[in-house]
DNA sequence: TAGATTGTTAATCGATTAACAATC
DNA sequence: TAGATTGTTAATCGATTAACAATC
C-alpha cells in the first residue's frame, strides 16, 4: 500500500496550525497568497494542496477559514478521537506527553508506559507511568488503538511486537531503528537524523555557492 | 536554492547507522539486497542512492562496509564537526542533548541556553545551561555555526533572529513555526506534526480498504 | 559455469510549475 | 471596471521503477 501526496500531506498541519491562529484573529476568508507567504512556498501550491482535502473557494475572495480547518481536519482523520499509548518515559516521551498541540490532532494519549521501576507510579505532565508488563491487561480497557515508541533503539523491535500482540496496528516510530513488522501494522517512522542530513547537505551546498 | 534528491538525503542517515552495526559485527562487504532488505524498499533504489554519494561496488560481491560508510558521511559533510547551541532546555531540548548519535553526525552541541532562571547553572547530559542573555559573547568565543531551537513557538522567532544576530546561519527548528529569516539563513524545520498527519492518513486509507 | 550483484539506459509515474479563463 | 483570486488544463521536471548487459 503505496501513500500518494506525501509532500501534500506533510504540510497539511502546518497551514492548520497557521489557519487556527487567523481564526482567532477573526478573519474570516483566507487566501493561498497569505498562506503560501507565510510557508515560503508559491500559491499554486497551497491551492493544489487544498484541492486534494475536496474543499472550495471564492474566486477573487479565498476560503472560508472554518471551512478550511475543518476541511484538513477531516482529510487528515482529526475529526475523530483515536487512543494511544506512548512506551518509554524518557526525555523523548516526556517531551511528547507535555506538547499540548496534540488533542488539534485527533490523538489521546491516555497512558505511558516504563519498564524502569523508578519512574513507574510516577507522573509525567499529568498522565501516570505505568509498568510496561502490565500492557497487555491494560490495552484492551483503554482501548489503545495506537502505539508510540519512545524507547532506546536496541529494545524497539521488543517493545513493537508486545504493542502489536495487543492488538495495536498503527505505530508511531521514534526509536532510531527499521521495525519488522506483520504488513498490516501501520509504521511511522520519524526520524530527525534525516532532517539533519537534509541540513547539512544545504550547508554544504550553500559553502560550494559561496566559493564560486 | 533549491534541494534535490530529498528523498534520497533523508534515507542516508538509515544506511549509515545499519552500516555502523554490519561493521561493528565485522563484517567486510554488503550488498544493496541487504540494505534494502532492512530498510524495507527496493534494491534498485539503494543502489541509486548510493550512486549519489560517489561510490561505487563491486559485480557481484557488493560494496566495501567501510568505503559506503565514509562515502555517505562525505557526502553528508559529516566528516566534519560543527559548533551548535541548542536553545530551549525544556523536554525536548533534553531530549536532544541526551541523544548521542549526533557524534557520529559531526554534530557537537556544545552549549544549552535558556531563559528561565531556574535551570540557568544547572547541568543537563553533562551540560551546563547559561543564561540566553549571554549568547552575544559566547557565540563568538565558542565558534556557534549552528542553532537548534527547542522553545516555544511564541518565542521562536525572536530567539532566531538573535541567533541570526550572532551570525549563525544555520539553524534547525524544532519550534512549531515558520521562521522569517534572510535568504541567506539557512533553515530545516522539524515538524513531526506532518509525520503524524502521515499516519493517520496511512490508518485512514487502511480502514476505507478493509471496508471494501 | 551458475548465481548474485552492480551500474547504465530507458520507461513510467507523480509532483511541481506555468498559463489562463472564469469569477467575485 | 480593476484587481485579486480560484480552479482547470497542459507542460515541465524529477524521482521511481524496469530491463539488462557487464562483472565478479
Not at 516526556?94 to 513507574?120: M, P, Q, R, V
Amino acid at each position: 500500500m503505496k501513500i500518494q501526496k506525501t509532500p501534500s500531506i506533510r504540510r497539511m498541519p502546518t497551514y492548520l496550525y497557521k489557519l487556527m491562529e487567523i481564526q482567532e484573529e477573526g478573519t474570516v476568508f483566507v487566501s493561498t497568497t497569505i498562506l503560501a507567504n507565510y510557508m515560503g512556498i508559491e500559491p499554486i501550491v497551497v491551492r493544489k494542496d487544498l484541492a486534494i482535502t475536496g474543499v472550495t473557494g471564492q474566486s477573487g475572495v479565498g476560503y472560508r477559514t472554518d471551512e478550511l480547518i475543518t476541511s484538513i481536519r477531516c482529510f487528515l482523520g482529526w475529526n475523530s478521537t483515536v487512543n494511544a499509548c506512548l512506551v518509554g518515559a524518557g526525555s523523548l516521551g516526556s517531551a511528547l506527553l507535555g506538547y499540548d498541540g496534540f488533542e488539534n490532532y485527533g490523538l489521546n494519549i491516555t497512558t505511558a508506559f516504563d519498564t524502569d521501576l523508578s519512574k513507574i507510579g510516577q507522573k509525567i505532565h499529568g498522565r501516570e507511568i505505568f509498568n510496561f508488563n502490565n500492557l497487555p491487561e491494560m490495552a484492551e480497557v483503554l482501548k489503545l488503538k495506537l502505539g508510540i515508541i519512545c524507547v532506546q533503539r536496541s529494545s524497539a523491535q521488543e517493545v513493537a511486537e508486545k504493542l502489536v500482540a495487543c492488538g495495536i496496528k498503527a505505530i508511531w516510530n521514534f526509536a532510531n531503528v527499521s521495525l519488522k513488522l506483520p504488513p498490516d501494522v501501520i509504521v511511522q517512522r520519524e526520524a530527525i537524523a534525516g532532517g539533519f542530513a537534509l541540513l547539512s547537505v544545504k550547508i554544504a551546498q550553500n559553502s560550494e555557492c559561496g566559493v564560486e
